[in-house]
């Protein structure tokens, strides 16, 4: 299953190039990076326990099943976020902030069950971190946490494109202007998750451009396209699981469907921010640049819905087709940040 699946040697990759980015900016800023990437803060940040984090690093992590991650995600934030006396957040004053009794966080505590989409929400409100932090898989979060240890800010006044802003964060332009002037518009949250689910299907469509059927969508995470149905008429919310199956498919960020409108767009500008410095270093981001030349935007969201059989199987294809163009070359693996070699686990598919 791709919720026990090892940190594929492509996701540490990426991590790795976050790191030696983050060390970059700290070292130009005079800082120490070993401070800025302390274990303990990217803990902090993604909601990872620290001795997981250099495993995810390195690629030795097994990820963990969805309750079981949302289960310590939550018991991170109220041992880390605690009130002005130093004690632990309260089950019921944290369900009262969203109108919800505390017996109602009881499982999402003991670990015995999912919350409801809305608790999900309001309890990621209450604590102030951002919508996918309960859902995020340990790569998206670690990756998450390195982005937000930069040390530099982000560019004011920056005008960007209202459709690719719309794009990437399912706001319409016109939200968008609102949000940017500090007036974001209020949806509940029934209507915003329908509204982004709905900009998903008619963005992101099939090859033919016609939208993915709520049967194909569901059947990436093993549910039937009747269990979607209400969700599109606004008469209901998903479950977390198939918000998080539904993020996943579509190949966004694990808050898609739960940000407010301004979350949304910062999370948007920062990763145009993240792309406009990288374009800054060519010779140093070559994947960047042969993204740039070539649209592999629908391959790679496609790709994420492989199976462990299916990406050796894409793997395999491609160092063929390499090898008869000639430009297959095999580097020895790089050295993850920490300087413990990592034990390329990828080809042994979901097993952890």
């Given at each position: 299953?791709?919720?026990?699946?090892?940190v594929r040697a492509t996701d540490r990759s990426g991590l790795t190039a976050a790191w030696a980015r983050v060390v970059?900016?700290?070292?130009?800023?005079?800082?120490?990076?070993?401070?800025?990437?302390?274990?303990?803060?990217?803990?902090?940040?993604?909601?990872?326990?620290?001795?997981?984090?250099?495993?995810?690093?390195?690629?030795?992590?097994?990820?963990?099943?969805?309750?079981?991650?949302?289960?310590?995600?939550?018991?991170?934030?109220?041992?880390?976020?605690?009130?002005?006396?130093?004690?632990?957040?309260?089950?019921?004053?944290?369900?009262?902030?969203?109108?919800?009794?505390?017996?109602?966080?009881?499982?999402?505590?003991?670990?015995?069950?999912?919350?409801?989409?809305?608790?999900?929400?309001?309890?990621?409100?209450?604590?102030?971190?951002?919508?996918?932090?309960?859902?995020?898989?340990?790569?998206?979060?670690?990756?998450?946490?390195?982005?937000?240890?930069?040390?530099?800010?982000?560019?004011?006044?920056?005008?960007?494109?209202?459709?690719?802003?719309?794009?990437?964060?399912?706001?319409?332009?016109?939200?968008?202007?609102?949000?940017l002037d500090g007036t974001p518009p209020r949806l509940p949250l029934k209507e915003q998750v329908r509204r982004r689910?709905?900009?998903?299907?008619?963005?992101?469509?099939?090859?033919?451009?016609?939208?993915?059927?709520?049967?194909?969508?569901?059947?990436?995470?093993?549910?039937?396209?009747?269990?979607?149905?209400?969700?599109?008429?606004?008469?209901?919310?998903?479950?977390?699981?198939?918000?998080?199956?539904?993020?996943?498919?579509?190949?966004?960020?694990?808050?898609?469907?739960?940000?407010?409108?301004?979350?949304?767009?910062?999370?948007?500008?920062?990763?145009?921010?993240?792309?406009?410095?990288?374009?800054?270093?060519?010779?140093?981001?070559?994947?960047?640049?042969?993204?740039?030349?070539?649209?592999?935007?629908?391959?790679?969201?496609?790709?994420?819905?492989?199976?462990?059989?299916?990406?050796?199987?894409?793997?395999?294809?491609?160092?063929?087709?390499?090898?008869?163009?000639?430009?297959?070359?095999?580097?020895?693996?790089?050295?993850?940040?920490?300087?413990?070699?990592?034990?390329?686990?990828?080809?042994?598919?979901?097993?952890?």
């Amino acid at each position: 299953m791709t919720e026990k699946r090892l940190v594929r040697a492509t996701d540490r990759s990426g991590l790795t190039a976050a790191w030696a980015r983050v060390v970059a900016s700290a070292e130009r800023h005079g800082l120490d990076p070993a401070a800025v990437l302390a274990v303990e803060r990217l803990s902090h940040l993604s909601g990872i326990a620290p001795e997981r984090v250099p495993e995810v690093l390195t690629g030795a992590a097994a990820e963990l099943p969805l309750c079981e991650r949302v289960h310590q995600r939550f018991l991170r934030l109220r041992a880390t976020r605690r009130d002005k006396h130093g004690r632990e957040w309260s089950l019921a004053a944290i369900a009262e902030d969203f109108d919800a009794p505390g017996a109602s966080l009881g499982p999402l505590n003991a670990g015995t069950g999912l919350p409801r989409l809305g608790h999900a929400a309001g309890v990621q409100r209450f604590f102030g971190v951002y919508p996918g932090f309960l859902l995020a898989d340990s790569k998206s979060a670690v990756e998450r946490a390195l982005a937000a240890t930069g040390p530099g800010g982000r560019p004011e006044g920056a005008a960007e494109d209202l459709e690719r802003l719309s794009y990437l964060t399912g706001i319409t332009p016109q939200e968008i202007r609102l949000t940017l002037d500090g007036t974001p518009p209020r949806l509940p949250l029934k209507e915003q998750v329908r509204r982004r689910f709905e900009h998903l299907r008619r963005t992101r469509p099939r090859e033919d451009g016609q939208a993915h059927s709520l049967s194909a969508i569901a059947g990436s995470f093993d549910a039937s396209g009747q269990s979607l149905t209400r969700l599109t008429q606004g008469e209901g919310l998903p479950n977390l699981a198939a918000a998080a199956g539904i993020q996943r498919f579509y190949g966004v960020e694990s808050g898609f469907l739960l940000a407010g409108d301004a979350e949304a767009l910062a999370s948007a500008l920062a990763g145009i921010e993240r792309e406009l410095e990288s374009a800054e270093r060519p010779a140093g981001n070559p994947m960047l640049a042969v993204m740039r030349a070539h649209d592999v935007r629908s391959i790679v969201t496609r790709a994420g819905r492989l199976s462990p059989d299916g990406w050796k199987s894409l793997a395999d294809y491609l160092d063929d087709l390499l090898a008869r163009e000639g430009q297959l070359r095999r580097p020895a693996p790089p050295r993850p940040p920490g300087g413990a070699d990592a034990i390329d686990r990828s080809s042994e598919g979901g097993a952890g």
